[in-house]
C-alpha cells in the first residue's frame, strides 16, 4: 500500500515544500495538495517547486475541478511538469466544492465532470481530443503521462469513475463506506468493459498519532472534527438529491448531517471550524484514524484487504511534525511489502 500526505497551501509556501520534502524522507509516495487558489495559495506553483527538490515523490491535487481550472489549462500545466520532471504528477479532480463556493459559483454537472475527465485524460497523454469544435493537442506531450482520479460519494459520479476514472478518490476512512464505494465503482467499470483492477483506489483522511490515552484520544478528536464538517458538505448534495432515506447512498454516510445548520468557507479545512459542532465523536472516529502506531497500521491492513492502494494523510492539525515521524519510522515500514535477503 502506498501512504501519501494531504497538504494546504497555507503560506507561507515555503513550509509547504519543507512539508512535502520531509514527507518524501520518511517514505511517503504521493504528495497531494488541497486546490483552492482563493483561500490558500495557488497550488500548481509550488509543485513546480516540490517536484524540483525532491527526487520521487508523485505530486497532485485532491482535488481540482473543471468550473476554477479550464481543462486546457490544466493538461497544459501537467504536461508541462512531466517534461520538466519526469511523469511525477497525478490529476485528482472533481465536481467542485471550496474553490467554486467561494465565488458564489456550483459544482459542475455530472455530465461536465465526465466529460472533463475524457479530455484532460486525452491532452496530458499527448492525444488529440474534440474540445468545442476544435480538433485539439499539446504537440510538445507526447511523452506525457499522468493518470486522472476521481473523486466521488454519491451513485453518478462513483459509476462516471468507474466508467472513465483512472482512479477513485474516497475522502473518509470509513471500512463500510469505503467498501460500498469500491464496489460501485468496479461494478460500474466492469458494466462498461474495463478490468475493475486496473483502476486505482486511494482512501483519504485525516490521521493523528497519539500515547492511545483518552485525554489524547479526546484532543485529536477535536482537531480533526473539521473532517466531518468539509465531508458533510458534499455529502448535504447528495441528500438533496436522493434524501436521507433514499437507499441510493448508506445511511452510514448521510445520517450523520441532519443537524447540519451552514458552513463557513473561511474556516475550510481547518481545526477548531465552528461550523462543525454537529459532527459526532463517532464520525470522527470513523472518518479519520486515532490512536497509538498500532491503531493506524490495523485500520491501514483493513483497507487494504477492501482493495485500497493508497491512503493519504490529510495533515491539518497541531501535530505535523510528529504525524509524519511516527508514520515514517512506525507505520509506512509496517505496511510495506516485506522481502526477505536470504531465505
Known amino acids: 500500500m502506498d501512504i501519501g500526505v494531504v497538504l494546504q497551501c497555507t503560506p507561507p509556501a515555503a513550509r509547504v515544500i519543507d512539508l512535502a520534502k520531509r514527507?518524501?524522507?520518511y517514505g511517503f509516495t504521493h504528495v497531494w495538495t488541497f486546490d483552492s487558489h482563493i483561500l490558500w495559495q495557488e497550488p500548481y506553483v509550488i509543485y513546480s517547486k516540490i517536484l524540483d527538490e525532491t527526487r520521487k515523490v508523485i505530486v497532485g491535487p485532491m482535488v481540482t475541478n473543471p468550473a476554477t481550472r479550464d481543462v486546457t489549462v490544466t493538461a497544459s500545466v501537467f504536461a508541462t511538469l512531466n517534461e520538466m520532471y519526469g511523469n511525477r504528477t497525478v490529476i485528482g479532480i472533481g465536481r467542485g466544492d471550496s474553490a467554486v463556493r467561494v465565488t458564489n459559483g456550483k459544482p459542475v454537472s455530472v455530465a461536465d465532470l465526465r466529460q472533463a475527465v475524457l479530455e484532460i485524460q486525452g491532452l496530458v497523454n499527448g492525444q488529440s481530443i474534440e474540445y468545442k469544435g476544435n480538433t485539439l493537442r499539446l504537440p510538445w506531450a507526447g511523452a506525457s503521462r499522468a493518470e486522472v482520479w476521481v473523486a466521488a460519494y454519491g451513485p453518478k459520479v462513483l459509476a462516471l469513475t468507474g466508467e472513465v476514472g483512472d482512479?477513485?478518490?474516497l475522502q473518509l476512512a470509513d471500512p463500510s463506506i469505503a467498501e460500498w464505494t469500491i464496489q460501485a465503482v468496479r461494478s460500474a467499470a466492469a458494466g462498461a468493459g474495463r478490468n475493475p483492477d486496473d483502476i486505482k483506489i486511494c482512501v483519504a483522511g485525516p490521521a493523528y498519532v497519539t500515547d492511545g490515552s483518552a485525554e489524547a484520544q479526546a484532543h485529536a478528536r477535536d482537531q480533526l472534527r473539521w473532517f466531518g464538517g468539509m465531508v458533510g458538505n458534499h455529502v448535504a448534495d447528495i441528500v438533496e438529491r436522493y434524501g436521507h432515506d433514499g437507499g441510493a447512498v448508506p445511511a452510514a454516510l448521510?445520517?450523520?448531517?441532519?443537524?447540519?445548520?451552514?458552513?463557513d468557507y473561511n474556516e475550510h479545512g481547518q481545526a477548531g471550524n465552528s461550523h462543525t459542532d454537529f459532527v459526532p465523536d463517532e464520525i470522527v472516529d470513523r472518518f479519520c484514524i486515532i490512536g497509538p502506531?498500532?491503531?493506524h497500521i490495523r485500520r491501514l491492513e483493513e483497507l487494504r484487504a477492501l482493495g485500497v492502494d493508497q491512503f493519504a494523510v490529510y495533515l491539518q492539525h497541531d501535530d505535523k511534525d510528529r504525524t509524519l515521524a511516527a508514520y515514517g519510522e512506525k507505520i509506512i515500514p509496517a505496511v510495506m511489502e516485506q522481502v526477505k535477503?536470504?531465505?
Open 23 to 25: 514527507a518524501e524522507t
Open 167 to 169: 482512479g477513485f478518490i
Open 254 to 263: 448521510t445520517e450523520y448531517i441532519k443537524q447540519r445548520k451552514g458552513y
Open 293 to 295: 502506531p498500532e491503531e
Open 341 to 343: 535477503a536470504k531465505e
